[in-house]
Every structure is written in structure tokens, then in C-alpha cells.
């Protein structure tokens, strides 16, 4: 079974950046569209940045222009750079692989742990 290992969250003031990383074990992880996800309280879980093997990019519009995703392939490593952070942004975030490249569905239908981002006004 691929591991997804997340980590950088935190406590963060409105207006402040984080930086998360995912760590993923797949040795298809270069060709992998790789996706941040995140889940809210009492919401959904939804992709909100998306980066395909060759490093072009979809972001959700509620955090385009806020967040970059960006992929080291040497490292298996997949990471969300998040400033000018909003309360709304308060989550538990989460990376899976793509299943297909346009769309949301992870390609593992099973996550990690998940880093807790905090952002209070």
C-alpha cells in the first residue's frame, strides 16, 4: 500500500503562510497527477490544487493566486505553499494521487493522516 505522509500544518494568523509537505512511497510517483485536498468541519473533503507529471497546475477558486503546488519528483514529495491564509482556510488537509488529470477522484481510495491548518482571525 502507498504511504501519504502529511506534514507542516499549524496555528497561523489571518494573513500568514504555512508550507505543506506530502511524502508519498508510490514508485509511479513521477507520472502521478498529485492533488492537495482539504476538509473543513461538517464539509466535504475537496481538491483545491492539482499538479500533473509535468508540473502544470489547477487550482480551485478559492484559494487561486493564494496557494502554489510544486512536485520534487527525486524526493517523492508534493508541496502546497499557503499565504495571505484566511479563517475560511481552517482545515485538515490531505494529499492522494489523481486517478485522472481534470478530475477530483484520487487515485487511492484511502488517506493519511492528514496536517491540521488552524487560521485565526
Known amino acids: 500500500q502507498v504511504q501519504l505522509v502529511e506534514s507542516g500544518g499549524g496555528l497561523v494568523q489571518a494573513g500568514g503562510s504555512l508550507r505543506l509537505s506530502c511524502a508519498a512511497s508510490?514508485?509511479?510517483?513521477?507520472?502521478?497527477?498529485m492533488g492537495w485536498y482539504r476538509q473543513a468541519p461538517g464539509l466535504q473533503r475537496e481538491l483545491i490544487a492539482a499538479?500533473?507529471?509535468?508540473?502544470?497546475?489547477n487550482y480551485a477558486d478559492s484559494v487561486k493566486g493564494r496557494f502554489t503546488i510544486s512536485r520534487d519528483n527525486a524526493k517523492k514529495i508534493v508541496y502546497l505553499r499557503m499565504n495571505s491564509l484566511k479563517p475560511e482556510d481552517t482545515a485538515v488537509y490531505y494529499c492522494?494521487?489523481?486517478?485522472?488529470?481534470?478530475?477530483?477522484?484520487?487515485?487511492?481510495?484511502?488517506w493519511g493522516q492528514g496536517t491540521q491548518v488552524t487560521v485565526s482571525s
Open positions: 499538479i500533473n507529471f509535468d508540473s502544470s497546475t
Open positions: 492522494n494521487a489523481l486517478g485522472l488529470w481534470g478530475s477530483s477522484i484520487p487515485l487511492y481510495n484511502y
Open positions: 508510490a514508485n509511479t510517483f513521477s507520472i502521478n497527477a
